[in-house]
């Protein structure tokens, strides 16, 4: 009798199967494995049962708890998610096993009424459910109305060509996943619009204490990938990050030097705090954990606490 097949646990969106089909495709090529050797559970999250503003509800392991809780089970054995919706410290015996190759981390402009966010209209309304690019888009442009857009990225598309709004802001390494990229209008640089922690990059996750599935997954993880986004990962854990705060961060390594920027905003815009620090690539969490104290101390308590 076969082995059951090497499951797979992912959400049910297109992007969400899109990644999940890439990991399968990956780890059928490094091992030699058959089409019926990897397959896949389609689990619905929370977040995918809500529809209001997520961070009321608790964040951003709306997206994973369901999906962690048939990992810990065993019901399977791997789990392929955006690892900018990972929560910064996960379950007990749930571990991080591969960083895929990092894809674009900029944030793609779309609107059908003017071509960049400068050229846009004042009074214009831009939608977004992201409270760090909401922030962000009112630090640079406070005429515009930013209103709450939820839904995956055809959802959000179609509510754009509705007429729901004038403008709205996605990933562009989700565009580009999924075949969309056509859609955007002009792509922000990051010094316009910094990114979301590990935008761009797809984590796998099995459970820590499985030897062969850690071993296998081994063969996926892009080191240089992975020490950026723990880079990211330690900053916004020093921070306590949360759906309810607004923060961006972005790790860049280049000869082996880590380039770090992070910022923290009032999600109206209105008051913000950035931090630039450099390393040896070697002490990527630490770089991280300093750069989250440093900006810690620059924005005072009162800061952080009035966004509780």
């Known amino acids: 009798m076969p082995p059951p097949p090497l499951l797979i646990g992912t959400r049910g969106s297109p992007l969400a199967l899109w990644q999940a089909r890439h990991v399968q495709a990956l780890l059928i090529e490094a091992h030699g ?4 050797e990897v397959g896949f559970s389609v689990i619905t999250t929370s977040g995918d049962r809500i529809q209001g503003p997520l961070r009321y509800f608790g964040g951003k392991g709306l997206f994973t708890k369901e999906i962690d809780e048939a990992l810990l089970s065993g019901a399977v054995d791997l789990a392929v998610h955006s690892l900018k919706d990972l929560p910064t410290f996960l379950p007990e015996n749930i571990a991080i096993a ?5 894809a674009d981390v900029r944030d793609a402009f779309i609107s059908p009424k003017a071509p960049s966010l400068a050229e846009l209209p004042p009074g214009s309304v831009i939608g977004t459910s992201s409270l760090r690019r909401g922030a962000q888009l009112k630090r ?7 209103i709450d857009f939820r839904g995956n ?6 509510k754009l060509a509705g007429g729901q709004a004038d403008a709205t802001l996605l990933a562009l390494a989700g565009l580009k996943r ?6 955007a209008t002009s792509v922000l640089s990051t010094d316009e619009m910094l990114p979301a922690v590990a935008q761009g990059a797809i984590g ?8 062969k599935t850690t071993s296998l997954l ?7 990938s992975a020490t950026a986004v723990a880079c990211e990962r330690a900053f916004l854990a020093r921070l306590d990050g949360s759906c309810r705060t ?6 860049e390594i280049d000869d082996g030097v880590l380039r770090f920027r992070g910022l923290i905003l009032a999600p109206d815009g209105s008051e913000w705090h950035e931090i630039g620090l450099d390393g040896g690539a070697e002490n990527a969490a630490s770089i991280g954990t300093d750069a989250g104290e440093e900006l810690l101390a620059r924005a005072g308590p009162e800061f952080l606490a009035s966004l509780a």
């Open 33 to 36: 494995l058959g089409e019926g």
């Open 218 to 224: 081994a063969a996926l993880d892009d080191k240089t």
């Open 246 to 251: 607004p923060i961006a961060g972005l790790a």
């Open 204 to 211: 796998v996750t099995c459970r820590g204490d499985d030897a």
């Open 153 to 158: 990225v055809e959802t959000r598309l179609r």
């Open 140 to 146: 640079l442009r406070p005429d515009l109305r930013v």
């Open 178 to 183: 999924l075949g969309l990229a056509s859609h």
């Open 98 to 102: 591969a960083v895929l190759p990092r």
